[in-house]
């Protein structure tokens, strides 16, 4: 006996033909994920903070004139020498000060290198830790070379090339949150200026090159998505308390390789961070010194505090309130660890 073939009706054909294929599945579903990044991208472009923002790479741009600033191929860039301008005074080396870094001078040297928080913004050069500090010290010499835009891999090049040739008894590293960033980029919009760039590789820090520049897609996303953005700014809030990541291990290494500049000089060294009003604690970063048993201020917690009447309301730099926290942190410093000889 042969065996029964099946019998479909014609309501089942109907149904089986109105029943969507894998194809038409797959296509949904890449449908709907493509509609909603767009829609979150649209969203997230609301948000000025979130537009894209792409990095500067080695050979993008050209150094643009500067009326006060010249560019310097060690550092970046620096005051034009011997200059007075709205307040602002430069010596022959380039920085702020209203006299000349020199190394025969009969003085406890110390050299600080920094930002725009240490080079002064909107505050009277007597009124800036450095010049407090100077105060503060009987027979000292306190070498400001704080330059606004700053990243951290320039403020190393500071103490290679500009401080531990002077010799002095100490190196103080102030620095910001935003510094850390800073060390991503080869080009400075707002200065004008190209700078030093480093790259990792084999866990050594290597001058970046125009070789270095990522792929179509990379460069694509940096320039026109926010939700790129949005990746790389929470991975950079998560590597700010768990350490991790491209941009915590290439700071991690200018680090190091200021510890052992100064290490190799004989000449000891003090790290400084200062919050701004945004970015306030840095769990890793006090981790980092901990483990490394360096000496460091971290004015985000503690009796010594930043406060928020410390810094100015136009544009949250220190003001003078703020500067004399700063002084009164490091003098307590060099009171207990750099005694007069």
């Not at 768990?242 to 700071?251: A, D, M, R, S």
């Not at 003090?270 to 769990?283: A, C, G, Q």
Request: charged share 20%.
């Amino acid at each position: 006996m042969s065996p029964q073939r099946p019998s479909y009706t014609t309501a089942d054909a109907a149904t089986s033909s109105r029943r969507p294929s894998a194809r038409s599945k797959l296509s949904l579903v890449f449908g709907s994920v493509v509609l909603t990044v767009l829609l979150t991208e649209g969203l997230l472009r609301l948000s000025p903070f979130l537009r894209p923002l792409p990095r500067t790479y080695v050979g993008e741009y050209e150094n643009r004139p500067r009326r006060n600033w010249v560019a310097d191929p060690l550092i970046g860039w620096k005051l034009r020498p011997h200059l007075e301008l709205g307040g602002v005074e430069s010596n022959a080396q380039g920085f702020r000060s209203p006299r000349d870094f020199d190394s025969l001078q009969p003085c406890q040297r110390i050299a600080i290198a920094g930002d725009s928080f240490t080079y002064g913004i909107s505050v009277t050069y007597e009124k800036t830790f450095a010049a407090l500090t100077e105060a503060g010290v009987e027979r000292s010499c306190v070498d400001n070379m704080g330059l606004p835009g700053f990243g951290l891999d320039q403020i190393w090049q500071t103490v290679r090339t500009q401080a531990l040739p002077l010799h002095p008894r100490l190196i103080v590293v102030a620095f910001i949150s935003s510094d850390l960033t800073r060390s991503e980029e080869a080009y400075r919009t707002f200065e004008g200026f190209n700078k030093p760039t480093f790259r990792l590789m084999n866990g050594q820090l290597v001058p970046e090159t125009a070789r270095d520049r990522p792929n179509f897609v990379v460069r694509f996303l940096q320039h026109h998505s926010s939700l790129w953005r949005l990746a790389r700014l929470a991975d950079r809030a998560l590597a700010q308390h768990c350490p991790h990541g491209e941009w915590w291990n290439l700071n991690a290494a200018i680090l190091d390789a200021v510890r052992n500049d100064c290490r190799r000089a004989g000449v000891p060294v003090l790290f400084i961070y200062i919050p701004t009003r945004e970015w306030k604690e840095f769990p890793s970063l006090r981790a980092y010194m901990a483990s490394n048993h360096a000496n460091f201020i971290d004015l985000s917690q503690g009796e010594l505090a930043l406060t928020p009447d410390m810094y100015l309301p136009r544009d949250g730099h220190l003001n003078e309130k703020g500067h004399r926290q700063v002084a009164d942190a490091l003098l307590h410093f060099l009171q207990e660890n750099l005694p007069t000889p």
